[in-house]
Structures are given as structure tokens and as C-alpha cells.
């Protein structure tokens, strides 16, 4: 007896067999249309449109770099007072004009004042008693020459009475003691004479030693009395060359130590041009290297006068010099760009510099195809790079193209295609 099946109806008729040919057939299409909506997933579509496409180029390459300048006076003093005080008078004001010697400001100092005042009591003190000591000398060398003379008469009188005594010595008409008292007192009377004679000498070597003395000290005190009058003129401050007084900063009033830095002369006899460098190129920059650059429809040359070895924030400080004349009307403070030749211009491969350059570090960038509907990565080789170009030393030849634009939204992705 045949027994009859139910058909399956719902939900059990997607379980039966006959629908697994549907689930495959399903599942393929749906494949297929996620490989064609999805794509490649190193593929990235952008719009042309936004992009900076270049041509890759082959020319001379200008080895340089442009640098932005400051001007500078050729040479600036420091207003560095060389005594201290209190200003109390100002005669000039900034970017006067003056010529060496004039006043720029003045201070006092009731120090000093009172220094002076004391130095000058002590010069007086110490002619007073030179001149004491000269009075006192002068008395002791007559009171000598007194004595001197005094023994002089002694003796010739004592002489006298011993060869008067000796002759009566000899005809036996006084004794012999009288003779010998005789002899003795005019051999003493010789003796006082000598020792008189031999202390004016001595006292004439030290009246000669002392007095040099005092008077070399005397002349020390008047040199130093006119060093202290010197600083006293030193309160006043004056401009140590011609120029410009570029700063000065004082106000009334203010105390100012020695040796401060209160202000600055420029000298505008000539210029020099400063410029900040990055580190990159500290082994390249190097005195006599030549730089230009334009104003209005002139150009000025200018070469490196120094280059400054220290490094801060990742820049380098070197000075120029202008080879020839400078512009006119020329003031401190104004800005150039400089075209600083690092080298002799070369024959190179040549690719636009771009923002590209930031993402990549020069070691690839996205090349378009000869049908234009793409670009694809490749790596390159650059050299050099001057304000406008990179040397391209590998990857890369004249007349392709290339996408010189930033590349921060194209992600990793080695292809972009174009809409």
C-alpha cells in the first residue's frame, strides 16, 4: 500500500534539497558583487581634480637654498658705564644721530663725592707733613753745619796749643803731662770733627732716601686723586664712535651698576646681513660662499663673513657681507631673501617640490600611468633640493608624471585611481 508524503510547505521547504542549488547560485552573486563593489583593497579613489600632477623634468640643477635675512650695522658698541650712580639727566633720546663724545646721559654718585673728598684730605695731610718733615730736616742740617764749624775753630785752636806745647815740651819748659794733655785734646777735637763731618754725609744720603720717598708717595696720592676725578667725569656717559643710537634703555631716576649694558651705537657706515640657517646644511655654509638677492629691479651680491658654530633650535647663525653696493635707503631691522649658492649648477633629472615631500622623506611618491587613469607608488632617490626643484637621482625619468600634492588622506594604499 503506497503511502502518500505530505508536501512541506513554510519554513521546511528551504530545508528540502532541491533549494540547495539556490543557496549556491545566491552566495556566488553575492561574491561576485562584493569583488566588484569592494575592489582592490591597496586601491584608493580620488579626485583628480584635487590633485597637483607635475611633469618630471631634465635641466640644470641650481645648487641653493633661500634663506630670509636680517640687516645689521657692520659694528655695534655697548653703552657699558664704567662707574655706577643714579641717572639724573638724559641729553639724547633712541635713534639719535651722534658723533663720538657727545653725551647721552649723565648720573651722580654721593659715593664717589665722599671718595673724593676723602682722597683730597689725605693729599693734603700728606704735603703737610712732607713739608714738616722738609722744615725738620733742613733745621737738623744747620744744627750740623753749626757743630761743624764749631769743631773746625776747636781744632785749629787745639793744634795751635799742642805745637806750642810741644815746643815747650822740647826745651824742657813745661812737663811732660801738660804736653801729653795738649796732644790729647787736639787729637779729640780731630776725632769730633771727623765724626761730625761723616753725619752730614749720612744724614745727607737719608734726608735724599726719605724725601724721595715721601715725594714718590706724594705723587701717588696726586695720581690716584686724578684717577678718582677721572671716574667722577666717567658719570657721564658718552658715545664711544659716530652712529645711530640704536637702544637705550634708562629712564630718570633709575640706578645703574657698573658695567651694566644701558644701551647701543650703531655704526651705519656699512651693513651686514644675518641670517638664520637650518642645522641641515651647518656642513655645507661656510665663509666666501656667494648669496643674492633682488630689490625692486636691482640685485645685490653678498658673500658669508662668518658662520657661527653653536646650533639653536635647530638653526645656525652666519653674517654677510656686501661685496659691492648696498641698496639704498637701507635701514636696520629690514628683511631679505637670499639666494645662498651652495654649488655649481649640475645636469640632473628635476622634480617640482611639493607638500608630497613631508610624507614621503623623498623615498617615494605616486607616479601617474602613460593612460592617466592612475598613479602607483614607487620608490625613489632624491638629492639635492633648492627653493624649487629636488634632484631625482633614481626612480624617475624625464616625462613621466607625478603627483606632487600632500599625500596625509591617501593612507597606505599603493594605488590611487582617479574618478
Not at 109 to 114: A, F, M, R
Amino acid at each position: 500500500m503506497d503511502i502518500v508524503k505530505e508536501k512541506k510547505k513554510g519554513f521546511a521547504l528551504l530545508l528540502t534539497k532541491k533549494a540547495v542549488p539556490y543557496y549556491v547560485g545566491a552566495f556566488l552573486l553575492l561574491f561576485v558583487a562584493y569583488l566588484a563593489l569592494r575592489g582592490d583593497g591597496r586601491v584608493l579613489r580620488v579626485d583628480a581634480d584635487a590633485l597637483v600632477i607635475s611633469p618630471v623634468t631634465e635641466g640644470e640643477f641650481n645648487d641653493y637654498i633661500r634663506v630670509r635675512g636680517i640687516v645689521q650695522p657692520r659694528t655695534s658698541i655697548l653703552l657699558t658705564p664704567l662707574e655706577g650712580g643714579v641717572v639724573d639727566r638724559l641729553f639724547v633720546e633712541e635713534g639719535a644721530t651722534l658723533k663720538k663724545g657727545d653725551k647721552v646721559f649723565a648720573m651722580s654718585n654721593e659715593g664717589l663725592d665722599l671718595q673724593i673728598l676723602n682722597a683730597e684730605a689725605d693729599l693734603a695731610e700728606k704735603e703737610n707733613l712732607l713739608r714738616n718733615t722738609l722744615i725738620t730736616m733742613e733745621q737738623d742740617r744747620l744744627n750740623v753745619n753749626q757743630d761743624r764749624l764749631q769743631l773746625e775753630i776747636d781744632v785749629e785752636r787745639y793744634r795751635r796749643t799742642f805745637l806750642s806745647q810741644e815746643q815747650l815740651y822740647n826745651e824742657n819748659l813745661i812737663s811732660r803731662e801738660d804736653y801729653l794733655r795738649a796732644r790729647e785734646d787736639y787729637r779729640l777735637a780731630e776725632g769730633k770733627y771727623e765724626l761730625v763731618k761723616n753725619r752730614l754725609v749720612q744724614d745727607s744720603l737719608y734726608r735724599s732716601v726719605q724725601v724721595g720717598q715721601m715725594e714718590e708717595s706724594l705723587r701717588n696720592m696726586r695720581l690716584n686723586m686724578a684717577i678718582i676725578r677721572k671716574r667722577k667725569e666717567n658719570l657721564v656717559v658718552k658715545a664711544p664712535i659716530d652712529g645711530e643710537l640704536g637702544l637705550l634703555d634708562v629712564v630718570l631716576g633709575q640706578s645703574v651698576t657698573q658695567g651694566a649694558k644701558v644701551g647701543q651705537i650703531n655704526d651705519l657706515s656699512d651693513y651686514k646681513i644675518e641670517a638664520q640657517i637650518d642645522e641641515h646644511y651647518i656642513d655645507r655654509v661656510m665663509p666666501q660662499l656667494t648669496a643674492t638677492f633682488t630689490r625692486g629691479d636691482e640685485t645685490y651680491s653678498t658673500v658669508v663673513r662668518k658662520v657661527y658654530p653653536d646650533v639653536r633650535e635647530g638653526k645656525f647663525k652666519a653674517d654677510f657681507k656686501f661685496t659691492a653696493a648696498h641698496p639704498e635707503n637701507i635701514r636696520n631691522g629690514q628683511t631679505y631673501d637670499l639666494n645662498l649658492q651652495l654649488g655649481q649648477p649640475e645636469h640632473a633629472v628635476l622634480v617640482p617640490r611639493g607638500t608630497f615631500y613631508y610624507r614621503t622623506g623623498g623615498k617615494w611618491i605616486f607616479v601617474v600611468t602613460a593612460d592617466g587613469s592612475r598613479a602607483v607608488r614607487r620608490e625613489i632617490v632624491i638629492g639635492r633640493q633648492n627653493p624649487q626643484y629636488y634632484e631625482v637621482l633614481e626612480g624617475l625619468e624625464p616625462g613621466e608624471r607625478v603627483i606632487t600634492s600632500g599625500y596625509d588622506s591617501f593612507g597606505d594604499n599603493d594605488c590611487l585611481k582617479f574618478k
